[in-house]
């Protein structure tokens, strides 16, 4: 993928961008209040001077962190920082703070204390920001001496944030990885058809045009075409099919599986439409398909050629294969078993059998063999309309 | 064998290699190659005027569609008869051939001999017919029945009909199948013949009926 492009750049922001914003703009806030705190209750305060003295540095940590958490590259040492602060700013608390504003004055930090657990869940995620928010929870249950409704409810505050904010930031990024991973599938399949375009407009036409010129000529160059005319159906079927992707919910055509399948030899029909049907069994039939294929050059002989056909009935999908080979002659079944041959047939028949289909085998001396695979399809379902 | 006129032919694809190379084959066998061209509005210009027996077409002309040409062609010579000669990849670009009025199909991988008797056939009046495009065929009607379209008449096939096709679909000849079916030669072909008829006439009312809805029947085919 090229990198200029606005939408790639918009692939390689951090999806929790705008997370970071919302934890900039709480910084500030609660600074905000934080400022307000003191000057509302420092004469009440044992030592407000150490109260001016924390919020300078609470000043200065929100004046560093505001421009780190907005740059593109965040460095997790200054999240992992903004906690332990937090947690040692909030636990001055006691040395400012008189006796007798435990109950009802807010810690010296207030509010600006559940910024880091944030950031911590934006940077890391749920489990990160649970811990993080449970830590300072721990460190404010310190710093007031008591375990009280006020302090329970700030720690469920605090964890439930660390996960909520998490669940957010986790989420986002996945989201994004997947818009990443389906761009990229895309671009691959324009450029597959590029491809198989200009290979369409000349490396086949030339091999096509050897194929015909050399097998006229004959002998070695006879030689050369069938070697380019066999390139040639390969590349064909490799730039007109393709590997393909399944469908969102995992469907696959076996039309175009079965497709691959056409050699020189081989040759495969199937409707325009393509025939939708869950992954596992397209990879299953075309597995069996080709085990019969493959039963055609042992017992048929290199010569014969063989016929595959598709077919979509409203209730059921029929495949064949058909050869031209001298068949099996009536004695020679049992014969035949001890070659493996019936014992492929029924290691077949199991595959089929499994899958809720029929396999039948057709065969007669001099008349070829016909395999006619019949898969049931559930009631009500539509081929897909292709083309 | 050829009659004493030669069967007049004409070849359309975009590739001149291609082109010059199956116009050579055709001249050195006998036929009388009246005229190549590189695109559709050429082959449909140039068709209507030396007339050939057969039009050869590759339907991947680059950017313009053989099947557009083909529907031209057929609409405006009636004698002429059209030979799809093309990749085999290309399978919904083949159904709208043969839909639209190509009498044959033959793959592009096919050889100089298969070719001529391909030509031959196909000057005489008889479907040359793949296995792959029964299958394409067989395909479309089944498509047809399960969803038929509203307001035209599905074309259907006969259970005879049906055999046959699916029988060239598995690779059998026509010989072959009128054995295996114990019905003439001359039979086999006409089913197949009247499976492609019923594709194109159901084809032609479609296109009507579209050009009626949509005020342009004054260009209708």
């Known amino acids: ?387 | 064998m050829m009659a004493d006129p030669p069967i007049s032919v004409m070849v359309v694809d975009d590739h001149p290699l291609w082109r010059d190379g199956v116009a050579r084959d055709l001249s050195e066998r006998g036929f009388d190659v009246r005229a190549t061209a590189g695109d559709a509005a050429a082959a449909v210009r140039i068709a209507g005027t030396v007339r050939p027996d057969v039009v050869l077409m590759d339907l991947n002309l680059g950017d313009s569609s053989g099947v557009d040409a083909i529907r031209s062609t057929v609409a405006k010579l009636p004698d002429t008869r059209v030979l799809v000669l093309s990749a085999s990849g290309e399978h919904a670009d083949v159904l709208e051939a043969v839909k639209a009025g190509a009498s044959g199909y033959l793959v592009k991988s096919a050889s100089a001999e298969e070719l001529v008797d391909a030509v031959r056939r196909t000057a005489e009046g008889d479907p040359v017919f793949t296995a792959g495009l029964a299958g394409l065929v067989l395909g479309e009607y089944r498509r047809m029945a399960a969803s038929p379209d509203p307001g035209v008449a599905t074309p259907e096939l006969s259970e005879r009909e049906t055999d046959v096709l699916r029988l060239v679909a598995k690779g059998l000849t026509a010989k072959q199948i009128a054995g295996r079916l114990q019905i003439s030669h001359r039979t086999v072909e006409n089913h197949v013949q009247s499976t492609l008829r019923k594709l194109q006439l159901h084809n032609r009312i479609e296109l009507v009926r579209y050009a009626i809805e949509h005020g342009l029947d004054e260009d209708a085919p």
């Open chain 1, 1 to 387: 993928m090229t990198g200029s492009s606005p939408d790639t750049q918009i692939l390689r922001r951090d999806p929790a961008t705008p997370l970071w914003v919302g934890t900039v703009v709480l910084r500030l806030v609660t600074f905000g209040f934080a400022i307000a705190a003191v000057l509302v209750h420092q004469h009440g305060y044992q030592r407000p001077l150490l109260g001016w003295v924390v919020l300078g540095v609470m000043a200065c940590w929100t004046a560093f962190t505001v421009p780190a958490y907005l740059r593109e590259r965040r460095r997790p040492w200054i999240v992992y920082t903004d906690v332990l602060l937090t947690c040692a700013l909030l636990m001055t608390s006691p040395l400012i703070l008189a006796p007798g504003q435990y109950i009802d004055v807010p810690l010296i930090t207030t509010v600006w204390a559940s910024v880091a657990p944030v950031a911590m869940a934006v940077l890391r995620g749920w489990p990160y920001g649970m811990a993080a928010g449970f830590l300072v929870a721990v460190c404010t249950a310190l710093a007031r001496g008591v375990v009280n409704v006020d302090v329970t409810r700030d720690a469920v505050l605090l964890v439930g944030a660390g996960l909520i904010i998490g669940m957010a930031s986790t989420q986002a990024r996945a989201t994004a990885a997947q818009l990443r991973r389906a761009m990229r599938t895309e671009a691959a399949l324009a450029e597959r058809e590029r491809l198989a375009r200009s290979i369409h407009d000349s490396v086949l036409q030339v091999l096509a045009r050897v194929r015909r010129r050399g097998s006229e000529l004959g002998g070695e160059a006879a030689e050369l075409a069938r070697l380019a005319g066999e390139q040639e159906i390969a590349l064909r079927t490799l730039v007109s099919s393709g590997p393909q992707e399944s469908t969102a919910n995992g469907e696959a055509d076996l039309g175009g599986r079965l497709q691959m399948l056409g050699t020189s030899r081989v040759q495969v029909s199937v409707p325009a439409q393509s025939v939708l049907l869950p992954e596992e069994i397209v990879s299953e039939l075309l597995s069996v398909v080709g085990e019969a294929l493959s039963n055609v050059d042992k017992h048929a002989g290199p010569m014969a050629s063989a016929w595959v056909l598709l077919e979509e009935l409203p209730d059921a999908v029929v495949i064949s294969v058909r050869d031209d080979g001298p068949g099996i002659p009536d004695g020679r079944i049992t014969s035949a078993a001890e070659e493996g041959r019936m014992g492929i047939a029924k290691s077949m028949r199991g595959r089929i059998t499994e899958l809720g289909g029929t396999i039948n085998l057709e065969t007669a001396p001099d008349a070829g063999t016909e395999w006619e695979i019949r898969l049931p399809r559930a009631a009500g379902r539509d081929g897909a309309e292709g083309a």
